[in-house]
């Protein structure tokens, strides 16, 4: 099928419509499930979400096709509108939202923070995606509930629980899996014990290995790797001590081990050329202690939870070693308060954490530094009839770090108000305006071994600025039959930034000014401010067997002076482009359910004032999948699917980009996927 055909046919079918990814879960749909209208932001998708007074599309890896075969976080998150990910491997794959990739976000694993910046040629998120349960990705700041060092939004992991796998009075359980992709011959295999030895205990473990081989383009070029291993370990324990309070601890690990480019987001080349494959091992442990106390008062339900997360790096062809360590912790309490005008949902918490890099070169540390942050929030959910306000406000004190700003402390409060109101008993019109706060960052860390000397601004400032919503969603209920629905919703953002740091080299380490004999390197806030504006729209139809979802999101970065485009110095301008997605799904039995996944992408033109820059092509890309569980074999789960079932030679908006093929990091052609799994 040709590249023009499947486009103009899919252009077609998405013109002017908005809509959404995870409507395919055609057996799990009924009206109950619909999502419901939050102050912020309207959802529809897999499964909707709301935790913290925060919105959020969340991906139920159990019940989400692409989720349960995805070996790549780009094979589901994609479908998000606003969310994107950047990246053709587990070594360089980078979550992008409305164009702000990671370093801009808040990235928890089973709540967890993953702070620092390992190297702009790698990603920095280890994780495999069969360790996970659900993965919510809140798309813009819209409470202060969020916290420090989250401009473009979050993504929240959680990896799988014993509690989700065990049946009602079932003591003890196994469930082992296997897959199979064509593309890259990839071999996943897995197995989970878990057990409930007593009522108040329960107990997981979980290994996985994948390895995979060189894959391939559309058009039959090896991509990105020669061969790799993705190992993963997963322990949780859990308890409930009395009635009213819960502790539970767990450890998960995950290592890339492999031959990749030198530069991961480039294509690879022979041993002569200029990006030969490499050693790489990448790996993420996390650490994590919860405890949650809620007892018969509507004053008191506290949650709690401590952590330690190390990032290590390795490139054998330097010797170049990175750890990244963030420890820190959180304590929330959430209290539902009546009052004559209305009632109240009052969210307290104080937030804490410290972010560490070191980097060791031949054996030498070769640089370390580190930052610090505590906040302090305060957020009121008041309802009063059909209005809902919800004003917030944050309290940061960051020390930054000493490298980058001398070790700088800022005090800042920021500020946030949303308001919703039922227009009609489906329709809701809503808004709202958050002050966004980032202290300098950890510098990229691998930059801390290449020679170059350390210019540290005396005048640095914090990155500011604020997120500004506004939208609106209605719910159509018994259109064609008793029990279906259908959720339009939109919105409009516009997020400015001030004081955008960006790290410079080739500067004058006496005037920071850039120059051609200029030996060192810093970080500096940019010369003009910039925005972000777009919007996200959405439809989806269910009924009790079928459901139909159709979503557009546009986000466009800009200089308020120059009008070009926000580069974070990554080689690739930030702009996603213009994203349609049309999700379809059928169960015509209870044992069987069809899905079909279209994502069109519209051309882009980079903008940034380099003229070497090539516009981005439009590409379209098509996936269809199935699942089946045989009634007669309990527990047993077979998924067949076809991913990029026409081939499409292309290169995803979120990672890197040239005219020359040389230099793009092409996605992987068409590619076949089996998996079963068996629990019992």
């Known amino acids: 099928m040709s590249r023009v055909g499947v486009s103009s046919r899919l252009t077609v079918l998405s013109m002017g419509v908005a809509a959404v990814m995870g409507s ?10 619909m999502p419901s209208t939050t102050l912020q932001t309207i959802t529809v998708t897999a499964s909707s979400s ?8 969340s991906i139920d890896s159990a019940q989400y096709i692409p989720a349960g075969q995805a070996s790549l976080l780009n094979d589901f998150i994609d479908g998000v509108p606003g969310a994107s990910v950047g990246g053709t491997s587990a070594l360089n794959q980078r979550v992008r939202i409305r164009g702000l990739d990671d370093t801009n976000l808040k990235v928890t694993v089973d709540g967890a923070r993953q702070e620092g910046y390992a190297f702009h040629h790698s990603g920095d998120l280890v994780i495999d995606p069969d360790l996970l349960k659900q993965s919510e990705v809140s798309v813009g700041n819209n409470s202060v509930t969020l916290g420090n060092d989250a401009i473009g939004g979050a993504v929240a992991f959680e990896t799988v629980d014993a509690a989700d796998l065990l049946d009602v009075d079932q003591k003890i359980g196994a469930k082992v899996h296997a897959g199979y992709a064509s593309n890259n011959d990839e071999l996943l295999t897995s197995a989970t014990v878990f057990a409930a030895p007593t009522k108040n205990v329960d107990l997981l473990a979980y290994y996985g290995k994948r390895t995979s081989e060189a894959g391939e383009d559309g058009a039959g070029r090896d991509i990105q790797t020669s061969d790799g291993d993705t190992e993963s370990i997963l322990l949780k324990a859990g308890a409930y001590l009395g009635k009213d309070h819960h502790v539970s601890g767990s450890f998960s690990r995950t290592e890339n081990d492999g031959m990749y480019p030198a530069r991961a987001d480039f294509p690879m080349t022979d041993a002569d050329g200029w990006n030969p494959v490499i050693p790489w091992k990448q790996s993420r442990d996390t650490y994590t202690l919860e405890y949650g106390y809620n007892p018969a008062s509507d004053l008191v339900d506290v949650k709690a939870n401590v952590y330690h997360t190390e990032a290590y790096l390795d490139r054998d062809n330097k010797g170049i070693e990175v ?4 420890k820190g912790g959180k304590i929330e309490n959430t209290s539902q308060i009546d009052s004559q005008l209305g009632s109240h949902k009052l969210i307290t918490g104080v937030e804490h954490y410290t972010k560490e890099s070191e980097i060791t070169r031949l054996g030498v540390v070769g640089g370390s530094d580190d930052a610090t942050n505590t906040s302090v929030y305060l957020e009121d959910q008041w309802q009063i009839g059909k209005l809902m306000l919800t004003p917030g406000v944050r309290y940061d004190r960051y020390e930054a770090p000493k490298d980058v700003a001398n070790g700088e402390t800022y005090d800042n409060v920021v500020g946030a108000f949303a308001a919703s ?17 980032n202290g300098p960052d950890l510098q990229e860390a691998i930059r801390n071994t290449d020679g170059e000397g350390k210019y540290i601004s005396s005048d640095l400032e914090p990155e500011t600025g604020s997120n500004a919503e506004a939208g609106i969603s209605t719910i159509f209920r018994g259109l064609t039959t008793e029990d279906d629905s259908l959720q339009l919703s939109g919105k409009y953002f516009v997020t400015d930034l001030e004081n955008w740091i960006s790290y410079e080299s080739g500067i004058d380490c006496t005037t920071g000014l850039a120059s051609d004999t200029g030996t ?27 459901s139909m979802g159709l979503s557009y999101a546009r986000a466009r970065s800009e200089g308020k002076e120059t009008g070009y485009s926000l580069s974070q110095g990554t080689g690739d301008e930030n702009d996603a482009g213009d994203r349609y997605t049309v999700s379809l799904g059928y169960a015509p039995t209870d044992t069987f359910d069809l899905g079909w996944r279209s994502t069109y992408v519209a051309s882009i033109d980079p903008n940034t004032g380099d003229d070497s820059d090539a516009e981005k092509e439009a590409y379209d890309v098509h996936d269809i999948f199935m699942t089946y569980t ?20 292309y290169v995803n908006h979120s990672s890197r980009y040239s005219s020359d093929s040389d230099y793009s ?3 992987m052609g068409r590619n076949v996927k089996a998996s079963l799994s068996f629990q019992f």
Do not use: H, W
């Open 665 to 667: 990091d092409y996605a």
């Open 520 to 546: 060192c390197a810093g970080s500096f806030n940019a010369d003009e401010d910039y925005e972000i504006k777009g919007v996200e729209l959405s439809a989806d139809y269910r009924t009790n067997n079928s």
């Open 630 to 649: 045989p009634a007669q074999l309990a527990g047993v789960k077979a998924t067949l699917g076809v991913y990029n079932m026409f081939d499409e030679t």
């Open 323 to 326: 750890d990244l360590i963030t």
């Open 24 to 33: 395919q879960i055609a057996s799990a749909a009924t009206v109950e499930d």
């Open 421 to 437: 109101y039922q227009v009609l008993p489906s329709t809701n019109v809503f808004a709202s305006y958050t002050q966004l706060f």
């Open 50 to 57: 709301v935790r913290d007074g925060v919105q959020t599309d």
